[in-house]
């Protein structure tokens, strides 16, 4: 009887764990074609596809043929793109878009996920921290993490407006592996370089606050600089990826602090981010950039002061990568989006690509 009675209880007590610890159940969509009944062959372009950005759709056709295309114009665009490459395969008419942004729409097997939660935001006057509700929603509770983003400044200050901006297409990998994406969006005439990290501070506490398990931190040019000058402050960000860091301007054209000071101003913040010594941070640089001073002296800074990091990863001035958008690109996201997301969540964190 007394046996009985514990196998009883915990049996019990397995039942009435929380949903929650099962973490970020999986979309539809990730597994499209299964539920799409496609040939084993079209998986890996299935896979590439998903991976990509907004707008972007899909066309099948008989016996397995298809068609894709991901951005390059409008949803409209995309969609007759798709189609007719398509037909191409199996002949006019014989095609229909079956995958379309985020969601299933052939017939009889729709599917679109669940949308963010209205006002889940975090905003003050001047910046936002919202869910892009280009990516799959997930949830804190369900979600491994979160990924937030941050966009750069324009050259021409508060004549660009960058709020509102897809984050680059390599964090897919992190949102179709279970990652909720959020922007880091700053009205221009108040994106100050200090100004916006302490923005970004308060808002990744208020998203531990919340039950994110894991906080990533990532940002293009001046907000891979920001996602750097969080780590002064232990327990807001679990792993950073900065590409392209900068906050100087253009060469000789550096407005306010010249470009010179900017290797100085680099130490100084990773001197500061040993508070975060058990985060792990991924930087890219690349060729042609005009917003990097020194790349030299900033690539030996970074590994000189990376080893001091639970897990760091240099991707420097790689071939074929040029100028300070390569981060932006597919083929960006094709050769280093798996390693970044193996980079914040192996065990092991991997040194290289």
Same mark, same amino acid.
């Given at each position: ?5 514990? &196998? ?18 999986? &979309? ?23 991976? *990509?950005? #907004? ?13 894709? @295309? ?26 229909? !878009?079956?995958?379309? +942004? ?30 892009? %509700? ?6 804190? @509770? ?6 937030? /983003? ?7 200050? %508060? ?21 909720? !994406?959020?922007? /880091?969006?700053?009205?221009? %005439?108040?994106?100050?370089? =200090?100004?916006? &990290? ?21 940002? @293009? ?6 996602? *750097? ?8 960000? +679990? ?22 000071? @900017?290797?100085?101003?680099?130490? $100084?913040?990773? #001197? ?6 058990? &985060? ?12 990097? $001073? ?14 001091? /990091? ?5 991707? +420097? ?10 981060? =932006?690109?597919?083929?960006? %996201?094709?050769?280093?989006? =798996?390693? *970044?997301?193996? /980079? ?10």
């Amino acid at each position: 009887m007394r046996r009985s009675s514990l &196998a009883f209880f915990f049996g019990l007590l397995i039942s009435l764990l929380p949903i929650r610890l099962c973490l970020a159940q999986s &979309a539809p969509i990730l597994d499209a074609a299964k539920i799409l009944g496609l040939p084993a062959s079209n998986n890996a372009d299935i896979e590439r596809f998903l991976r *990509l950005n #907004t707008p972007r759709a899909f066309a099948v056709g008989p016996n397995g043929t298809m068609g894709w @295309q991901a951005g390059g114009g409008d949803a409209a665009f995309v969609e007759q793109r798709a189609i007719a490459s398509c037909e191409r395969r199996a002949g006019a008419g014989n095609c229909a !878009v079956a995958l379309r +942004d985020l969601a299933i729409v052939r017939p009889g097997r729709e599917w679109a996920p669940a949308p963010p939660p209205a006002n889940i935001g975090i905003s003050s006057m001047a910046h936002d921290t919202v869910p892009d %509700n280009r990516f799959i929603w997930w949830g804190p @509770q369900q979600a491994r993490g979160v990924l937030v /983003f941050a966009h750069g400044r324009g050259e021409r200050g %508060n004549m660009d407006d960058s709020r509102g901006s897809q984050p680059q297409s390599w964090t897919r990998h992190f949102n179709n592996g279970g990652y909720d !994406v959020w922007r /880091f969006d700053r009205h221009p %005439n108040s994106d100050e370089t =200090a100004r916006a &990290a302490r923005w970004l501070r308060t808002d990744l506490a208020e998203l531990r606050r919340r039950g994110y398990r894991q906080i990533i931190v990532a940002g @293009q040019s001046r907000g891979g600089w920001n996602a *750097l000058m969080v780590l002064d402050q232990p327990g807001l960000a +679990d792993v950073v990826i900065a590409i392209a860091a900068a906050a100087h301007g253009r060469g000789a054209d550096a407005r306010n602090d010249p470009q010179w000071q @900017q290797i100085s101003q680099l130490e $100084a913040i990773l #001197t500061a981010a040993q508070a975060s010594s058990q &985060a792990r941070v991924a930087a890219a640089n690349f060729r042609d950039d005009p917003f990097d $001073a020194e790349p030299d002296r900033r690539a030996a800074l970074l590994q000189q002061y990376g080893q001091r /990091f639970a897990g760091f990863l240099l991707i +420097d001035r790689p071939e074929g990568l040029n100028g300070h958008s390569a981060g =932006a690109s597919s083929a960006f %996201n094709t050769r280093y989006g =798996a390693c *970044l997301l193996r /980079f914040a969540t192996a065990p092991r964190p991997p040194s290289s690509c």
